[in-house]
């Protein structure tokens, strides 16, 4: 017999779900407390889905109750009686026909929650609803399609691998309803196939032609929604077949660039990701190219802002008017890691160049969200085209320009601003793709971009400062093209250039719009690490107007403005050590520093900064270093100190955020970096002592921990190694443990950084490493061959400095191993730049060769190359390769004609030039 509700609770139940409904804030509030004592009730699931399916009720009374079940659902599926769960089943499949579509929906949300933790569990339910479809109300159809949409996006993955195969049925079956009379359901059952295409699943490869054209079919279809459905279908065909396309290509393209001109910015912001993922794909790239006239004012167009986009982006930009706190994006902290510079061409904008830091920057895509318009964070059909345009650029280069410039000179010009805007992002889009091509034009553009830097129309004032970020370059290094420029001609150039950018950028910093405050400060970043030592010559300037925006930004803004401060500390470096310098810029971060609470997220992107300027003012910072660095070690403590509380009582308390952490162990290293052995009387008088901290900090579980804790104890082995030393017993052998040959377990940034600390430590530690070495150099060494696993060239240079470090204090210990790791030792170390870590580590190769010179002997050529690449050579190691070198020499005797000749004639030549070999 079925279960029957008692009158005097359903009636009171009824009562609380209209109050539950009230516009009356209180009356709500009232209810849902109500609601939480009806869980004593054992059938009160059983109640609502009464309630849900009864159709002489208020309809926004019933979806009241679905909703409350639903929740109820999700929380305590596993804990309710099954004979509840069957009559709920039973209640919901029965309700999926109702005429009010609220209640169909929450009736397909109970079901989807039902099914979606176990579908296996729940058959009957999907076999239920594939009959339903095929009923002839329509009203069914489109209920059961609801749920089934649902059930296909949560479930994917179970039904995908279910065995018993349903899929094999379900994809065929949903096939026959793209031709549907109701759109709802027509969309339904595209948006359920998509759903298993996008997880590639056997069932849609297996029928992948019917799928595509039934998609063709329905190109003409009067709805939006189901032409947004094919569109984001044929995309996702595209990505994964695409051969199942080309025989429509014509018919496709054509659709697609419709589409993207619909008046419905959904359905053009799903059609424009196919032009997005046609590009993405190079063997596609004969395909696209005959489109690509048609392609591009599309994609011009769909640039433009929108009137609903200029209303969002236009309110809340004065200067004066406080940031709201929902506003303002989580930041997290990015923990340092050590890496070595390299002489190769500049590094990309974004690309660190400084100190110790992260090796894995991506400047190949462009992205809007951190360059050009954060706080517009939302992916727009604005975003997605300017993206497309980039990717196309980058896939056809110069060749784009033929069909691109005409439209762009067009659009630069415009009298409308929003055109004007649209063209210059457009250029900035292109930057990176079509650099040669563009070059002919960028002594007219240039000029013309920092002139717009005054336009009265903030937008337009913001997307240059980005774009003139995409070109900057150019402008401090025009490069070989059509020629090398010689000094007169580079300082010609710069003057007419970039002193003019630069001073176009410090006046978008005083701006009173906070989006081109935004936008000219992180332009002015990228400046500053491309121009570096050019900055020198104005760095008062560039000091006043940073400095004096400390006390106009709102919050958000303060962030970028700490970027481009600590920025410009990296680009300069000592430089920055003047006195009045230091005038300038100390007094308004010190005023932020005692202004922020231990608290504040906000401290985070400010002890950053920190972190480059101690390291830029070396002793300059001196002054400013006991309260910086004691608060430093209390930002530590305290945060170890609320963790052991909360590991004892995690229900009570919430759990700490370790970032506070990382940012002052990662400022206390820079200050190590800066003040080098001045930095003593801070780790000697201190309380808490920082070693004793670090001990703790090394085994943190979290790797951001561990990461930062290894870069100051490294830094600390140079500066303060006499502290250091009584507790390497405690130390190395937790470091020894995080140069794992599979660095994926504990954090590539992680093993990196104690590979690195390691080396300092041998340094300093000299003979007393040998106990250590036999453990150590097996793991140096499988890093070295093959990065752990990994792709970080960072890693595998560390690595190799480290060897050579060891080599150096241990010969006898390391040189055995010589022709193990000598050849990728030389080619890991060949191209980075030449300083003091770089001769350490040749210093120890040659005293490893001095030891074993057979080691060498296999692969003397790959050790010619590594030496004959050294630019700035002391005297004393160019010395030391003299020796080793006539030693060689003078070992083969009549032989070594023919060694020589072996050797690539550039080599050959710099041999002779530099040791008379």
Same mark, same amino acid.
């Given at each position: 017999?079925?279960?029957?509700?008692?009158?005097?609770?359903?009636?009171?139940?009824?009562?609380?779900?209209?109050?539950?409904?009230?516009?009356?804030?209180?009356?709500?509030?009232?209810?849902?407390?109500?609601?939480?004592?009806?869980?004593?009730?054992?059938?009160?699931?059983?109640?609502?889905?009464?309630?849900?399916?009864?159709?002489?009720?208020?309809?926004?009374?019933?979806?009241?109750?679905?909703?409350?079940? !639903?929740?109820?659902?999700?929380?305590?599926?596993?804990?309710?009686?099954? &004979?509840? @769960?069957?009559?709920?089943?039973?209640?919901?499949?029965?309700?999926?026909?109702?005429?009010?579509?609220?209640?169909?929906?929450?009736?397909?949300?109970?079901?989807?929650?039902?099914?979606?933790?176990?579908?296996?569990?729940?058959?009957?339910?999907?076999?239920?609803?594939?009959?339903?479809?095929?009923?002839?109300?329509?009203?069914?159809?489109?209920?059961?399609?609801?749920?089934?949409?649902?059930?296909?996006?949560?479930?994917?993955?179970?039904?995908?691998?279910?065995?018993?195969?349903?899929?094999?049925?379900?994809?065929?079956?949903?096939?026959?309803?793209?031709?549907?009379?109701?759109?709802?359901?027509?969309?339904?059952?595209?948006?359920?196939?998509?759903?298993?295409?996008?997880?590639?699943?056997?069932?849609?490869?297996?029928?992948?032609?019917?799928?595509?054209?039934?998609?063709?079919?329905?190109?003409?279809?009067?709805?939006?929604?189901?032409?947004?459905?094919?569109?984001?279908?044929?995309?996702?065909?595209?990505?994964?077949?695409?051969?199942?396309?080309?025989?429509?290509?014509?018919?496709? @393209?054509?659709?697609?660039?419709?589409?993207?001109?619909?008046?419905?910015? &959904?359905?053009?912001?799903?059609?424009?990701?196919?032009?997005?993922?046609?590009?993405?794909?190079?063997?596609?790239?004969?395909?696209?190219?005959?489109?690509?006239?048609?392609?591009?004012?599309?994609?011009?167009?769909?640039?433009?802002?929108?009137?609903?986009?200029?209303?969002?982006?236009?309110?809340?930009?004065?200067?004066?008017?406080?940031?709201?706190?929902?506003?303002?994006?989580?930041?997290?902290?990015?923990?340092?890691?050590?890496?070595?510079?390299?002489?190769?061409?500049?590094?990309?904008?974004?690309?660190?160049?400084?100190?110790?830091?992260?090796?894995?920057?991506?400047?190949?895509?462009?992205?809007?969200?951190?360059?050009?318009?954060?706080?517009?964070?939302?992916?727009?059909?604005?975003?997605?085209?300017?993206?497309?345009?980039?990717?196309?650029?980058?896939?056809?280069?110069?060749?784009?320009?033929?069909?691109?410039?005409?439209?762009?000179?067009?659009?630069?010009?415009?009298?409308?601003?929003?055109?004007?805007?649209?063209?210059?992002?457009?250029?900035?889009?292109?930057?990176?793709?079509?650099?040669?091509?563009?070059?002919?034009?960028?002594?007219?553009?240039?000029?013309?971009?920092?002139?717009?830097?005054?336009?009265?129309?903030?937008?337009?004032?913001?997307?240059?400062?980005?774009?003139?970020?995409?070109?900057?370059?150019?402008?401090?290094?025009?490069?070989?093209?059509?020629?090398?420029?010689?000094?007169?001609?580079?300082?010609?150039?710069?003057?007419?250039?970039?002193?003019?950018?630069?001073?176009?950028?410090?006046?978008?910093?005083?701006?009173?719009?906070?989006?081109?405050?935004?936008? =000219?400060?992180?332009?002015?970043?990228?400046?500053?690490?491309?121009?570096?030592?050019?900055?020198?010559?104005?760095?008062?300037?560039?000091?006043?107007?940073?400095?004096?925006?400390?006390?106009?930004?709102?919050?958000?803004?303060?962030?970028?403005?700490?970027?481009?401060?600590?920025?410009?500390?990296?680009?300069?470096?000592?430089?920055?050590?003047?006195?009045?310098?230091?005038?300038?810029?100390?007094?308004?971060?010190?005023?932020?520093?005692?202004?922020?609470?231990?608290?504040?997220?906000?401290?985070?992107?400010?002890?950053?900064?920190?972190?480059?300027?101690?390291?830029?003012?070396?002793?300059?910072?001196?002054?400013?270093?006991?309260?910086?660095?004691?608060?430093?070690?209390?930002?530590?403590?305290?945060?170890?100190?609320?963790?052991?509380?909360?590991?004892?009582?995690?229900?009570?308390?919430?759990?700490?955020?370790?970032?506070?952490?990382?940012?002052?162990?990662?400022?206390?290293?820079?200050?190590?970096?800066?003040?080098?052995?001045?930095?003593?009387?801070?780790?000697?008088? &201190?309380?808490?002592?920082?070693?004793?901290?670090?001990?703790?900090?090394?085994?943190?579980?979290?790797?951001?921990?561990?990461?930062?804790?290894?870069?100051?104890?490294?830094?600390?082995?140079?500066?303060?190694?006499?502290?250091?030393?009584?507790?390497?017993?405690?130390?190395?052998?937790?470091?020894?443990?995080?140069?794992?040959? !599979?660095?994926?377990?504990?954090?590539?940034?992680?093993?990196?950084?104690?590979?690195?600390?390691?080396?300092?430590?041998?340094?300093?530690?000299?003979?007393?490493?040998?106990?250590?070495?036999?453990?150590?150099?097996?793991?140096?060494?499988?890093?070295?061959?093959? =990065?752990?696993?990994?792709?970080?060239?960072?890693?595998?240079?560390?690595?190799?400095?480290?060897?050579?470090?060891?080599?150096?204090?241990?010969?006898?210990?390391?040189?055995?191993?010589?022709?193990?790791?000598?050849?990728?030792?030389?080619?890991?170390?060949?191209?980075?730049?030449?300083?003091?870590?770089?001769?350490?580590?040749?210093?120890?190769?040659?005293?490893?060769?001095?030891? !074993?010179?057979?080691?060498?002997?296999?692969?003397?050529?790959?050790?010619?190359?590594?030496?004959?690449?050294?630019?700035?050579?002391?005297?004393?190691?160019?010395?030391?390769?003299?020796?080793?070198?006539?030693?060689?020499?003078?070992?083969?005797?009549?032989?070594?004609? =023919? @060694?020589?000749?072996?050797?690539?004639?550039?080599?050959?030549?710099?041999?002779?030039?530099?040791?008379?070999?």
């Amino acid at each position: 017999m079925e279960w029957q509700p008692e009158t005097q609770n359903s009636e009171q139940l009824l009562q609380i779900l209209r109050a539950a409904t009230s516009l009356d804030n209180q009356l709500q509030h009232r209810a849902y407390q109500q609601l939480n004592s009806f869980n004593k009730l054992g059938d009160y699931n059983n109640y609502l889905a009464y309630i849900l399916a009864h159709p002489q009720l208020p309809a926004q009374t019933r979806a009241m109750g679905g909703m409350v079940l !639903k929740a109820n659902l999700n929380s305590y599926l596993e804990q309710i009686d099954g &004979s509840i @769960v069957q009559y709920v089943k039973n209640k919901a499949l029965q309700t999926l026909g109702d005429s009010e579509v609220a209640v169909r929906t929450a009736a397909g949300s109970i079901l989807t929650t039902i099914v979606s933790k176990d579908v296996h569990k729940y058959p009957d339910v999907l076999q239920t609803l594939m009959q339903m479809i095929d009923k002839p109300e329509t009203v069914v159809v489109e209920g059961a399609f609801s749920a089934l949409e649902k059930i296909c996006e949560d479930s994917t993955t179970q039904l995908d691998r279910d065995p018993s195969q349903p899929l094999n049925f379900m994809i065929p079956k949903f096939l026959h309803f793209f031709n549907h009379d109701s759109p709802k359901v027509r969309a339904a059952a595209i948006h359920c196939v998509h759903q298993f295409a996008t997880a590639t699943s056997a069932a849609v490869q297996a029928n992948i032609d019917a799928y595509v054209q039934a998609l063709y079919r329905c190109t003409n279809d009067s709805s939006t929604e189901v032409r947004k459905y094919v569109c984001q279908a044929l995309v996702c065909v595209l990505e994964i077949r695409p051969e199942a396309l080309m025989d429509q290509l014509d018919n496709v @393209v054509s659709f697609m660039l419709y589409c993207t001109d619909s008046a419905d910015e &959904s359905v053009a912001l799903e059609a424009c990701e196919f032009w997005l993922a046609f590009a993405e794909q190079p063997f596609l790239r004969d395909h696209l190219e005959p489109y690509l006239a048609r392609i591009v004012p599309v994609l011009i167009k769909g640039m433009v802002y929108t009137p609903d986009d200029i209303i969002e982006l236009t309110g809340m930009e004065d200067t004066t008017v406080p940031d709201k706190e929902e506003d303002l994006k989580p930041r997290h902290h990015k923990a340092q890691t050590h890496s070595q510079k390299h002489d190769a061409p500049a590094a990309p904008t974004g690309a660190a160049t400084n100190g110790a830091h992260d090796d894995d920057d991506d400047d190949s895509d462009f992205d809007e969200d951190d360059d050009e318009e954060d706080t517009y964070s939302k992916w727009s059909l604005r975003k997605c085209s300017a993206a497309a345009l980039d990717v196309i650029a980058t896939v056809f280069g110069d060749e784009l320009l033929l069909h691109l410039l005409p439209k762009l000179k067009e659009e630069l010009f415009h009298q409308d601003w929003e055109h004007r805007e649209c063209g210059i992002l457009a250029l900035g889009a292109i930057a990176e793709g079509c650099p040669t091509g563009m070059y002919p034009h960028l002594p007219q553009l240039i000029p013309h971009l920092i002139q717009t830097l005054k336009d009265p129309q903030p937008l337009v004032r913001a997307i240059t400062c980005w774009t003139l970020s995409r070109y900057v370059r150019w402008v401090v290094y025009p490069g070989p093209i059509p020629a090398p420029m010689n000094e007169a001609e580079l300082a010609h150039h710069r003057r007419t250039y970039f002193n003019p950018l630069l001073e176009g950028l410090l006046s978008t910093i005083q701006d009173n719009n906070k989006r081109v405050q935004e936008a =000219g400060c992180s332009a002015l970043a990228s400046v500053e690490e491309e121009a570096v030592d050019q900055l020198v010559p104005f760095l008062g300037p560039i000091l006043q107007h940073l400095t004096h925006a400390f006390s106009k930004y709102q919050r958000k803004n303060l962030l970028i403005l700490y970027d481009a401060v600590g920025t410009l500390a990296e680009a300069v470096g000592p430089e920055l050590n003047k006195a009045e310098h230091i005038e300038l810029l100390m007094p308004p971060l010190i005023k932020k520093w005692n202004e922020l609470p231990d608290d504040s997220k906000d401290i985070f992107p400010l002890l950053e900064c920190m972190s480059s300027v101690a390291t830029a003012l070396g002793p300059g910072f001196m002054p400013f270093a006991p309260n910086v660095w004691d608060r430093c070690l209390r930002l530590v403590s305290h945060t170890l100190q609320q963790l052991t509380a909360y590991q004892q009582h995690p229900d009570q308390l919430d759990e700490p955020d370790k970032d506070f952490m990382v940012v002052a162990l990662d400022l206390m290293s820079g200050m190590a970096q800066g003040l080098n052995t001045a930095v003593e009387p801070l780790v000697v008088n &201190s309380q808490p002592n920082v070693l004793s901290l670090l001990m703790i900090c090394i085994k943190d579980p979290t790797p951001e921990v561990r990461q930062s804790a290894y870069a100051l104890l490294g830094d600390l082995a140079i500066s303060a190694f006499e502290h250091v030393r009584p507790h390497l017993n405690v130390f190395l052998p937790d470091l020894i443990s995080q140069i794992d040959d !599979k660095p994926a377990s504990v954090g590539v940034s992680v093993t990196n950084n104690a590979t690195w600390a390691v080396g300092e430590i041998a340094l300093k530690y000299e003979g007393e490493i040998a106990p250590w070495v036999d453990n150590l150099l097996p793991r140096l060494i499988t890093l070295l061959q093959n =990065g752990g696993g990994t792709a970080s060239a960072t890693l595998k240079e560390n690595a190799a400095i480290t060897i050579g470090r060891l080599g150096g204090v241990v010969p006898d210990k390391v040189a055995p191993h010589l022709e193990i790791f000598i050849q990728p030792w030389c080619e890991t170390l060949r191209d980075i730049r030449d300083n003091l870590e770089k001769e350490s580590a040749f210093r120890g190769l040659v005293k490893m060769v001095e030891v !074993k010179p057979t080691g060498v002997a296999q692969h003397f050529g790959y050790f010619c190359d590594a030496i004959v690449r050294w630019k700035r050579i002391s005297p004393e190691l160019n010395e030391m390769f003299r020796n080793v070198l006539t030693y060689f020499k003078n070992g083969w005797g009549q032989q070594w004609p =023919g @060694v020589m000749a072996k050797l690539p004639p550039q080599v050959q030549e710099e041999l002779r030039r530099r040791y008379a070999l």
